[in-house]
């Protein structure tokens, strides 16, 4: 991903991209590579970061947003500056990978499911907002990283919750309760601990109404896809631990009685066209 690209899905679970176990899914900037250069501007700098021709601008900011990625070595490896929002991660080695010149500015994210970490930190990374939960390993940074942490909750990995990086006295340490994690369902339910805790400066307007006027955590906060209702409550009762349930709701709503009783009458319909009809 070179500087000043923008890629903006529809929203996670809208927008999901696949990668291969032994890549890296999204890079941004390469490592020691010399950086891009217009033909023609010699001299000018790198693409997207300063004049381009006679119409002069400002540098693009180089931009992931509003979706789902899974299934690489790592999610996002950085090496460049870039910001990230409300972007799901899981089913990774790494999250997320912040390498020692990389510059990342992380805000609604959820990074679960990783099998060594959800975030690796070697250079700067300011993450807020954000969900880290059920990876071996939930955040860790290296001597020299530079960790700026806000408005985050982080619990229930399964080795360590951090790794060298400090929580600030606005991050939570409470289960998520993600809705299905088996059916790879990571919004949470009502009642959540990390509904209505993100930065009480954002507006949340895109949230649904009731939106407690406070943004929630993770990929989900701050959109339409958000979680209503509750909130900020005692979580001590709702973490499970072990496995993959990490304080989550499993399972899905029963049908009701009243769907089980149109079925009945509909295949009493059906019955008497048994062996003159084929039916779809």
């Known amino acids: 991903l070179q500087a000043g690209v923008q890629v903006r899905g529809e929203g996670a679970h809208r927008t999901r991209i696949r990668g291969n176990p032994l890549f890296p899914l999204i890079q941004v900037g390469a490592p020691l590579a010399a950086p891009a250069v217009i033909p023609g501007t010699a001299g000018a700098g790198p693409i997207g970061a300063g004049a381009i021709g006679a119409a002069a601008s ?27 929002e409300h972007v799901l ?9 912040v390498a020692p010149a990389g510059d990342a500015a992380a805000t609604f994210l959820t990074l679960t499911l990783a099998t060594k ?31 700026l ?33 088996a059916a790879r369902d990571f919004r949470v339910v009502p009642g959540s601990a990390t509904i209505d805790a993100g ?34 409550g005692d979580s001590s009762s709702r973490k499970t631990g072990g496995g993959y349930s990490f304080g989550c709701a499993l399972g ?7 769907s089980a009783l149109w079925l009945l009458l509909l295949a009493a319909l059906l019955l008497p066209l048994r062996g003159r009809t084929q039916l779809p």
Do not use: M, W
């Not at 985050?152 to 289960?175: F, M, P, Q, Y």
């Open 149 to 181: 942490s806000k408005h985050n909750a982080v619990a229930d990995n399964l080795s360590l919750d951090r790794k060298g990086c400090l929580a600030d006295e606005t991050d939570l340490h409470v289960a998520p309760l993600f809705v299905d994690v």
């Open 89 to 97: 991660i899981y089913e990774v080695e790494d999250g997320l990978h």
């Open 252 to 258: 899905r709503e029963p049908s009701s009685p009243s």
């Open 199 to 232: 930065d009480p400066k954002l507006n949340p307007s895109e949230e649904p109404n009731p939106n407690g006027a406070r943004v929630n955590l993770g990929a989900f906060g701050g959109t339409g896809q958000a979680a209503t209702g509750g909130g900020q």
């Open 58 to 84: 400002a540098p693009l900011e180089t931009k992931l947003s509003h979706l789902t990625l899974l299934g690489a070595r790592v999610g996002i490896e950085v090496f460049a500056p870039v910001t990230i």
């Open 117 to 147: 970490r959800g975030a690796f930190v070697e250079g700067r990374l300011d993450l807020s907002n954000s969900i880290v939960t059920g990876n071996s390993i939930g955040l860790e940074c290296a001597s020299g990283a530079n960790f």
